[in-house]
């Protein structure tokens, strides 16, 4: 039995086995017949070509979608994500980790607001046998039969929450937290999620989802670029160019630090804003949590706004994976109890 964790962001897709983590855009496009192989020189790596057939379908995926494919599914609406586009990304991240056969338990998430909505359409549509194919760059189709044998959906941000608590074997390695009443912020693409774990009780009252991800300070950008350069750049070309502080449109290149500081610093504070109101009867609180990619590019603009001790964040480690590896730490904290992990 292997156990994976996969976190199907609107930003981002993460999954972690015990084996290798892996992180793609949730970027879903036709596949297209290429006929000239991508790769002009030999070191371009080959790793990065994602090629699914599943349910009579061919998709491309991630980066590949976003660079070959001329339809591409990209929504940020939940109901439409998940009918459209949460298998195949699944699929994509279960077929790239397992191998054929083998039964699969698989732990994954939903933002807090539709957690209750579409939990049990989410696991329907992961659990069972998938035959799908993986092709590779050079078209060569590897077939695969995934066997989901178990879903279990948490809400999203319980998965930093049991990242930070459990350790690798899913036993409780950290019992301050467990004891403690802890705030979760996770901070991600197209949504925020607040969640308060209170001597490990999930508060309903503390919980709570919104639109201030960080899709909404790209999209501020997005509409400064369309009035200086006339071209609709979409939000998920937007990563690299933030990061750089600059983009090339067209020959020209535009500044974005600026830019970028003042509107990280305005998410930042209609953040804390968000907490202040929905954690004001909170104030014994003993920790906030910041997580999520969001979280980690926003956390010199928001941790000094936030009234109340939080958590340090890790730089070197890549904060979009918190929730995913917490989603794998629970998976062997429910299912490999007292099971000695396997030497491969
Ligand atoms: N190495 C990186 N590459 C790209 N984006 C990054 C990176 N590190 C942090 N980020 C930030 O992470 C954000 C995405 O975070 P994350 O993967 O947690 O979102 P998501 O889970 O896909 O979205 P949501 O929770 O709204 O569904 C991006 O908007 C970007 O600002
Ligand atoms: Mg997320």
Known sequence: MEIIGIDIGFGFTKATSSRESLVFKSVLGEATEIQFQEHLLVDGGG????????????????ELAERQSNVRFFTLDQAQFISSSAKALALTAAARLVGSH?????????????????????ARLLQGEHKVALVDGAGKRQEKTLNINKVRVIPQPFGSLFNAMLNDLGEVGDKRLVKEKIGIIDVGFRTSDYTISDKMRYSER?????????????TVIATKLRENSGVNVELY????????GAIKIRGKEYELKALTDQVFGQLAAAIANEVDRLWADDWDMDAMVITGGGGAVLA?????????????IDPAKDARLYNVQGYWKFGKHIWAKGVVPSPT
Not at 47 to 62: C, N, P, R, S, T
Not at 237 to 244: I, K, M, S, T, W
Not at 300 to 305: T, V
């Open 47 to 62: 790793d990065d070509h994602l090629q699914l057939e599943v349910d009579g379908k061919a998709y491309f995926i991630g």
């Open 206 to 218: 503390g919980s709570r989802t919104t639109d201030s991800g960080i899709a909404r300070a790209f």
């Open 237 to 244: 070309r937007l990563f690299e160019a933030v990061d750089r």
């Open 300 to 312: 010199k603009y928001l941790q000094p706004l936030l009234k109340g001790h939080v958590l340090p």
């Open 102 to 122: 083998l039964p699969i338990n698989l732990v994954t998430g939903l933002p807090i607001g539709h957690y209750r909505q579409h939990k049990d359409e989410l």
